[in-house]
């Protein structure tokens, strides 16, 4: 095995380190040893440009629901929460 190969992460580390990479900045030696590796592997160059590709269709897709990049909270409209009323009084009776 080459020292290559024994310095620069495995593919399925890459992809632990592609996810963990969206989420956190990574220290420099571990950013260094991904760039070599996608440099050299063509298929985690691709799979790290579909996950760019899914992070920015699900930013556009939260964007266009007018939330503002934050996720909508839960909750009952206010027509649901009269008709809850109304059934709840009316059992009361």
Not at 18 to 29: K, T
Request: aromatic fraction near 6%; glycine fraction near 4%; include cysteine.
């Amino acid at each position: 095995m080459s020292w290559v190969a024994r310095f620069l992460p495995t593919c399925q580390e890459m992809s632990h380190l592609l996810s963990d990479a969206l989420d956190r900045r990574l220290p420099w030696h571990i950013r260094a040893r991904m760039f070599v590796h996608l440099r050299m592997c063509v298929l985690c160059e691709q799979y790290r440009h579909q996950l760019a590709l899914l992070r920015r269709f699900l930013r556009l897709k939260d964007d266009s629901h007018g939330t503002g990049g934050q996720a909508p909270q839960p909750g009952l409209s206010d027509e649901a929460k009269e008709r809850i009323r109304r059934a709840l009084h009316s059992s009361h009776l």
